[in-house]
């Protein structure tokens, strides 16, 4: 098939799926109320795989029939597949403003990184490792929108899967094997094609039946969603620019004796391969995710700059240096890309070294396995500690420079009343900028931080790659300390050349 049309991509979630939202169970999501703008938004993505300004930026043509399909799927084996992967991979961020999470590129990396690990998936029973190849392949020639769901439900944290009703295998047959429980939480879930389950935090011995990785259609038999209360709620470009377009939906997928055939599972009771999958991945997931997160950052840093201008902010030193610090993230964001992308490819060829598989394995081999996950994993720490710090942080900056201006805003409703034509211009106008552009740019920053999708949208970064807190005890425990210990040991013993 190859990369599908916006249409193509609607038509695909007409499948029956079970969506209870707000009291209702929704079986045609592209009709219902809240989600009929994300469903544009992501129609658009699709079909700018189509548009001549853009396909050749964005597509590769598939190794299976030479099809354009989505670079997002593209394997960085050199510089130019790397190159090719970042071009498309921006475009599409720059296009949605880094404001979708699930975005497809990012599991679509995902499945790229999970075909690289045949010698983790592989290790009991090659055809774990088999089927993930497959999967990727089906993917990207049929341009499948994945979301993926990695945790257990929050019942009591302070005991294991089983107390958390978390999703496990109840048997086995020929067929395949047959899953209950639930996992959350899952973003895109009411708007994708296919639910990947993965591992996150690892699972102990005599949790083999929580060790489970898999795929399968969102409208699978004894698979259902309950999604939270939408964030669209269907209000003008003028009132709500981003909580319109970019509301992805989070629910919790509730599987009740669901059948997955064996072909579409990937790790079913091998607690080694469910523990380090992700940690073995080269890292196309770490580089989308830098990818997202600088152009991100780059247009929350613009909207906090048109912020300060509309109330003449900009002018005085105190926001100039809360934004010129804005600015050097940016800076340092690109870089983390730089690094992330070349991280990536000694990873990939460090992986190529183990599987025999065929990159230009010439780069350093600096990943091994037994290596502890956060050695050289620059994609790693960007993902769980710069993006999410500097999002928050510019969050705060608008929050500051918008202050009540952003609070008290007029809707596009009262700007249409003629007696209140007058009264708005005199008391809402900016510096050299009438009432109303004045106004959409306060309300852009409103969306972007304080509504319902906005709060959201820090949350998010907040937990993207985890509990901060485990993040941080991780990073604690990487062999980096020890390496900044060591230098502090050898100045004590070293006096340093002796006087005279
Ligand atoms: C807006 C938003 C969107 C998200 N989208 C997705 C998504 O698309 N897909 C996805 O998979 N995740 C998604 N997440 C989840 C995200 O990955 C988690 O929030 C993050 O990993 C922290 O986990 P937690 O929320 O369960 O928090 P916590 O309950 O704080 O869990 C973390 C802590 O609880 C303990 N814990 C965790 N699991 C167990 C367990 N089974 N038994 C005992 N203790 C346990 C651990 O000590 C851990 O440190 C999303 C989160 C948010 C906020």
């Known amino acids: 098939m190859g990369a599908r049309t916006g249409q193509q991509y609607i038509e695909g979630l007409r499948d029956g799926r079970r969506i209870y939202v707000n009291g209702d169970l929704v079986r045609d999501v592209t009709d219902y109320h809240g989600y009929r703008g994300v469903v544009r938004e992501l129609a658009r993505h699709y079909d700018r795989h189509h548009d001549a300004a853009f396909a050749d930026k964005l597509t590769f043509a598939s190794p299976r029939d030479g099809a354009p399909v989505s670079n997002s799927f593209l394997f960085a084996r050199d510089r130019d597949s790397l190159e090719r992967r970042i071009v498309g991979e921006r475009l599409r961020c720059e296009q949605t403003y880094g404001l979708m999470g699930r975005l497809p590129d990012f599991l679509n990396a995902w499945v790229t990184d999970m075909a690289a690990v045949p010698h983790v998936l592989g290790a009991k029973d090659k055809k774990f490792a088999e089927n993930a190849a497959n999967y990727y392949a089906y993917c990207r020639d049929n341009d499948v929108c994945m979301t993926h769901t990695l945790l257990d439900p929050h019942v009591d944290r302070g005991k294991g899967p089983d107390a958390q009703q978390g999703l496990h295998i109840v048997r086995e047959s020929d067929a395949g094997i047959i899953v209950s429980g639930a996992r959350m939480l899952s973003t895109l879930a009411p708007i994708s094609d296919e639910l990947l389950v993965g591992p996150f935090l690892p699972r102990a011995a005599g949790e083999e039946a929580y060790a489970v990785a898999f795929a399968t259609p969102m409208a699978a038999e004894g698979l259902s969603f309950i999604a939270r209360e939408p964030y669209d709620l269907e209000r003008s470009h003028f009132d709500r620019p981003l909580s319109r377009r970019f509301d992805e939906g989070d629910a919790i997928a509730v599987f009740d004796n ?179 552009q004045k106004v959409q740019i306060q309300k852009l920053a409103w969306d972007a931080v304080a509504t319902q999708f906005g709060s959201r949208q820090e949350h998010y970064e907040i937990f993207f790659s985890g509990d901060p807190y485990i993040v941080r005890m991780m990073q604690f425990m990487a062999p980096e300390r020890s390496r900044c210990e060591a230098l502090v040991d050898r100045l004590l013993a070293d006096p340093g050349a002796p006087a005279g």
């Open 258 to 436: 669901v059948l997955i055939p064996w072909e579409r599972v990937f790790v079913a009771g091998d607690i080694q391969a469910y523990n380090t999958m992700i940690v073995s991945f080269p890292g196309h997931v770490g580089l989308q995710a830098a990818i997202r997160g600088t152009e991100k950052l780059r247009f929350m840093t613009g909207l906090a700059c048109k912020l300060a201008a509309v109330n003449g902010r900009d002018k005085m030193p105190r926001y100039q240096e809360m934004l010129g610090e804005l600015v050097g993230y940016i800076q340092i964001a690109e870089g983390i890309v730089v690094a992330t992308g070349n991280e990536l490819l000694r990873r990939a060829a460090a992986t190529a070294a183990i599987t025999g598989d065929a990159v230009d394995a010439s780069t350093s081999l600096d990943i091994k396995p037994g290596v502890h996950p956060f050695e050289s994993f620059v994609g790693g720490a960007a993902m769980r500690q710069f993006f999410p710090h500097v999002n928050t942080q510019v969050c705060d900056v608008i929050r500051r420079i918008g202050s009540s201006g952003i609070v008290m805003t007029p809707t596009e409703a009262d700007f249409a009343r003629p007696e209140l034509k007058d009264t708005l211009e005199a008391y809402v106008q900016g510096p050299d900028i009438a009432a109303e």
